[in-house]
């Protein structure tokens, strides 16, 4: 089978398209025949070497956290799930044909395996943060980056507990927020002004890494209200960053509740082919991204 690989850590021409065995499904554990898989800025974090101790890498190394296909082997002790079941999860090595997930729910009827990649770990995240950063209903919070994939996640997952959200992106993103249902406002000079005539700010999420922790503390009041996924320097200001996955299974039922009743949908922005993987990852670091961006393979 073809997989992305790296054997050096550096910049996205260290990907390489080379042949691999197909991956065995272990005890616990599903084999798909990749169809889609999601690009997150954790991959490119990785292969530049930052995450490791989260993600520990032993080279050469595949990529890739995210993906959609279809069921092509079981493991031992495996139920609920059968050979040709269409599913989406999370598991290892995932830009290549084949590929071993450890998580992983059924795909909703509707959704096309391209949509289906870039949901697990976007999703995951926003659940995560959201618990984490203790917003509630009838709250104001403050996404800084919010037109991503785990903003666009956060927003309308906010918007159906009764969370207002605020969010800032880049000014062609504007109209996209607004239609998530936040109170939208760009994220240059002045921000924090304008951010501050839409309203008082409860809690803070910093999803983009643009160097506004001190910002998003001033006008929370206090920096246990505000959690970075993206700023590694957050706890030097005394702000949670969220990095460690919760349940994922978990998270896969909750996304599928959510697209099921129509409460939550990310755009894919841009599909890649497999051997397209570097651009992939260089957009993905450039951000001003509204939705997600997948490899198809």
Avoid: C
């Avoid at 990749?34 to 974090?45: F, I, K, L, S, T």
């Avoid at 998270?251 to 993987?277: F, M, N």
């Amino acid at each position: 089978m073809r997989k992305i690989s790296f054997a050096e850590f550096g910049g996205p021409e260290v990907l390489q398209l080379v042949e691999a065995e197909k991956p065995h499904a272990g005890p616990g554990r599903i084999r798909i025949a990749v169809r889609a898989a999601g690009v997150n800025p954790v991959d490119w974090r990785i292969r530049e070497g930052q995450v490791l101790g989260a993600h520990p890498v032993e080279l050469p190394a595949g990529v890739g956290l995210d993906a959609a296909g279809v069921v092509d082997q079981v493991g031992e002790g495996v139920e609920g799930v059968e050979v040709g079941d269409r599913v989406f999860g999370e598991g290892t090595d995932t830009y290549a044909e084949f590929a071993v997930l450890s998580a992983w729910a059924r795909m909703p009827g509707a959704l096309a395996f391209e949509e289906a990649a870039g949901y697990p770990s976007v999703v995951e995240t926003a659940l995560r943060i959201l618990r984490e950063v203790g917003a509630r209903p009838g709250q104001t919070l403050l996404v800084s980056g919010a037109s991503g994939g785990v903003g666009s996640a956060v927003l309308q997952i906010a918007r159906a507990r009764g969370i207002t959200v605020i969010g800032t992106a880049g000014a062609a993103n504007q109209d996209y927020l607004r239609s998530l249902g936040a109170l939208a406002t760009t994220y240059h000079e002045g921000w924090v002004e304008r951010v501050r005539s839409l309203g008082r700010v409860d809690a803070a999420l910093d999803l983009a890494g643009s160097g506004v922790i001190r910002e998003l503390v001033e006008l929370t009041g206090d920096p246990r209200k505000v959690v970075s996924i993206a700023d590694l320097d957050a706890p030097r200001l005394g702000v949670r960053f969220s990095g460690v996955a919760g349940s994922v299974p978990d998270a896969l039922a909750e996304a599928v509740d959510l697209i099921t009743r129509g409460e939550l949908h990310i755009p894919v922005e841009k599909s890649y082919a497999l051997t397209e993987a570097a651009a992939a990852h260089t957009d993905s670091r450039a951000g001003h991204s509204r939705g997600r961006r997948v490899l198809v393979v």
